[in-house]
T-cell receptor, first 122, second 111 residues
Framework: GAVVSQHPSRVICKSGTSVKIECRSLDFQATTMFWYRQFPKQSLMLMAT?????????EQGVEKDKFLINHASLTLSTLTVTSAHPEDSSFYIC??????????????????FGPGTRLLVL | TQLLEQSPQFLSIQEGENLTVYCNSSSVFSSLQWYRQEPGEGPVLLVTVVTGGEVKKLKRLTFQFGDARKDSSLHITAAQPGDTGLYLC???????????FGTGTRLLVSP
């Protein structure tokens, strides 16, 4: 249980184009999803917190007009990198909180991570 | 700003050796999690500790949460090449959904 998927797993795009990354919770409902960015050999950096049915909360220094987040349902959040540039090339990872709706043994604060999406902007 | 410092940043050892990774902060956390991440993949949860002084064992891995819930350690006994990866600690504060991730420890276990 507690599986999170991401699509695509890797994407190459030209500078100036937009790229959409999907994050889905497959066997549980996630009222909250998180988007992280990870540069090579570094830790995860939280970009934004995505709440179902409301606007995302962005971390300081993250441009909300550049990284558009939509959380339209309890199992899907999307991150769109608009007008991508080479410096946006990175590994993007989502995670979802399983709020423990009737599931025994799951912590309220446990996040389950997707497999990540490798973005390369040429 | 909450920060979690991990040490060492990088560790290269031979198969069979023991090692300890530390995760330290000046902040108190309601729970702390340890993840292992392999290249090109998302982090995989290893354990969650919630009680000060708590010790949890997962086969050859032993996790401890500090009494004051500000620090944690991960000890691996008889390391194997399959233990190679990036180890991340992450702390959660009561009432907040966000995790604060540590700086990471990259482990390389050679045969």
């Amino acid at each position: 249980g507690a599986v999170v998927s991401q699509h695509p797993s890797r994407v190459i795009c030209k500078s100036g184009t937009s790229v959409k990354i999907e994050c889905r919770s497959l066997d549980f409902q996630a009222t909250t999803m998180f988007w992280y960015r990870q540069f090579p050999k570094q830790s995860l950096m939280l970009m934004a917190t995505s709440n179902e049915g409301s606007k995302a909360t962005y971390e300081q220094g993250v441009e909300k007009d550049k990284f558009l987040i939509n959380h339209a349902s309890l199992t899907l959040s999307t991150l769109t990198v608009t007008s991508a540039h080479p410096e946006d090339s990175s590994f993007y990872i989502c995670s979802a909180n399983d709020r423990g709706r009737g599931h025994i043994g799951r912590s309220l604060e446990t996040q389950y991570f997707g497999p990540g999406t490798r973005l390369l902007v040429l | 700003t909450q920060l979690l410092e991990q040490s060492p940043q990088f560790l290269s050892i031979q198969e069979g050796e023991n090692l300890t990774v530390y995760c330290n902060s000046s902040s108190v956390f309601s729970s702390l999690q340890w993840y292992r991440q392999e290249p090109g993949e998302g982090p995989v949860l290893l354990v969650t500790v919630v009680t000060g002084g708590e010790v949890k064992k997962l086969k050859r891995l032993t996790f401890q949460f500090g009494d004051a819930r500000k620090d944690s350690s991960l000890h691996i006994t008889a390391a194997q090449p399959g233990d190679t990866g990036l180890y991340l600690c992450a702390g959660a504060s009561t009432g907040f959904q966000k995790l604060v991730f540590g700086t990471g420890t990259r482990l390389l276990v050679s045969p």
